[in-house]
């Protein structure tokens, strides 16, 4: 069973996410210095390490596009990934997405993106709704093509409605959204607004114009009938003896 979701429902801007792409490429241009014998590229050991940082971006208009904050990067030279401690992402435009996770990692190629542990992708609510929160423990985002995806249960709520699914793919520029099965949800309605619709009393109506008014009826008295004279026979008196 699928769940789809249409352009309401985005919670996922990608290029947000590809912030964390650009850091890694940054730390990995940094990182080009002339190597010597003992250049520690056989260890796990970070070569650079970036405490309480915040890098923004602009858009070409000069308005801030989104912000990443987190509290320690590391960069590997052994791998040339990049690990990102407690990565905070705002997203600006509206509505406002803010995306948090325990921890981030970054390929080598900057084309693979990891949110590990406590993901939280936040939408704010907008016309009076309630936010959107996206919920799980790992979330892999590959911003170049826009796609993100877990193979782990996600949790999506919105106030008192929430949609549960196995795992998800979400495509930023299809805008389609895929929960794979078991889907559960419960979808809830505002009870103020359903009754302020069964309740609402009708406007009453309202004539352009009065009726206009009948003509007056004149009723003429009928002559009265003369009493007529009895048509009687009259009776002769019998003569005496």
């Known amino acids: 069973m699928q ?9 996922f801007p990608l290029i947000l996410i590809g912030s964390l792409a650009g850091v890694s490429y940054w ?12 250049d520690g590229k056989t260890r796990h050991d970070p070569d650079y390490i970036v405490e309480n940082f915040e890098l923004r971006r602009f858009d070409p208009e000069g308005a801030r596009q989104h912000t990443l904050r987190a509290p320690l990067m590391r960069h590997y030279p052994d791998d040339d990934s990049t690990v990102v401690l407690s990565p905070e992402l705002t997203y600006h435009r509206a509505p406002t997405t803010l995306v948090s996770a325990r921890e981030a990692r970054v390929d080598s190629q ?21 936010d959107s929160v996206l919920t799980t423990s790992h979330l892999d985002a590959y911003p170049d093509d826009e ?36 889907v559960h949800g419960i979808f809830h309605r505002n009870k103020a607004a359903v009754i302020a619709q069964a309740t609402a009393v009708p406007a009453p109506t309202v004539n352009a114009s009065p009726p206009a008014p009948k003509p ?5 008295p009928k002559p009265k009938k003369k009493p007529q004279a009895s048509r009687q026979p009259k009776v002769k008196p019998k003569p005496k003896n």
């Open 27 to 38: 730390l990995d241009i940094a990182s080009r210095a002339p190597t010597g014998t003992n």
């Open 147 to 182: 796609i993100a995806t877990s193979t782990v249960p996600v949790l999506i709520t919105q106030g008192l409605t929430n949609v549960t699914g196995s795992s998800m793919e979400a495509n930023n520029k299809t805008q389609i959204y895929v929960l794979e099965g078991p």
């Open 216 to 220: 007056a009826t004149v009723t003429q």
């Open 3 to 11: 769940g789809r979701f249409g352009p309401a429902a985005t919670l």
């Open 110 to 130: 900057a084309k693979h993106v990891e949110l590990i542990d406590d993901v939280r992708v936040t939408r704010l609510g907008v016309a009076g709704k309630p």
